[in-house]
């Protein structure tokens, strides 16, 4: 399952150094993935923890962003990610990816 999001980065987005706000970025993407997670397995899904988020390059005021979000795999019965999750014993687990493009449109 994918999905796509695009959007023009807005000054009120905007941090002290005049860039976007990775914090939005991060939202914007959690956001488009539970949509994504949602659509798939038709249930609210339940957020257990984020595995890593990278910034390549900075995002100016008035770059297209453009989010892709798909299903990386499925435990349909569940598994153990670690004692530091809490308990999700026999509830499917969903690994999600989102990738961010970044273009100055001209």
Same mark, same amino acid.
């Given at each position: !399952?994918?999905?796509?999001?695009?959007?023009? $980065?807005?000054?009120? /987005?905007?941090?002290?150094? *005049?860039?976007?706000?990775? @914090?939005?970025?991060?939202?914007?993407?959690? +956001? /488009?993935?539970?949509?994504?997670? #949602?659509?798939? @397995?038709?249930?609210?899904?339940?957020? =257990? +923890?984020?595995? &890593?988020?990278?910034?390549?390059?900075?995002?100016?005021?008035?770059? /297209? =962003?453009?989010?892709?979000?798909?299903? =990386? #795999? !499925?435990?349909?019965?569940?598994?153990?990610?670690? &004692? #530091?999750? *809490? &308990?999700? +014993?026999?509830?499917? /687990?969903?690994?999600? *990816?989102? *990738? $961010?493009?970044? !273009?100055?449109? +001209?």
């Amino acid at each position: !399952t994918k999905m796509q999001n695009a959007m023009i $980065a807005q000054p009120q /987005l905007r941090n002290l150094h *005049e860039r976007i706000f990775g @914090g939005f970025l991060m939202r914007r993407a959690f +956001e /488009l993935s539970f949509a994504n997670a #949602y659509v798939f @397995g038709g249930a609210r899904p339940r957020f =257990l +923890e984020v595995d &890593d988020i990278s910034f390549d390059s900075p995002v100016d005021v008035g770059d /297209l =962003l453009v989010f892709n979000s798909r299903v =990386l #795999y !499925t435990q349909p019965g569940g598994g153990f990610l670690g &004692d #530091y999750v *809490e &308990d999700h +014993e026999g509830q499917p /687990l969903v690994m999600m *990816e989102v *990738e $961010a493009w970044v !273009t100055v449109p +001209e």
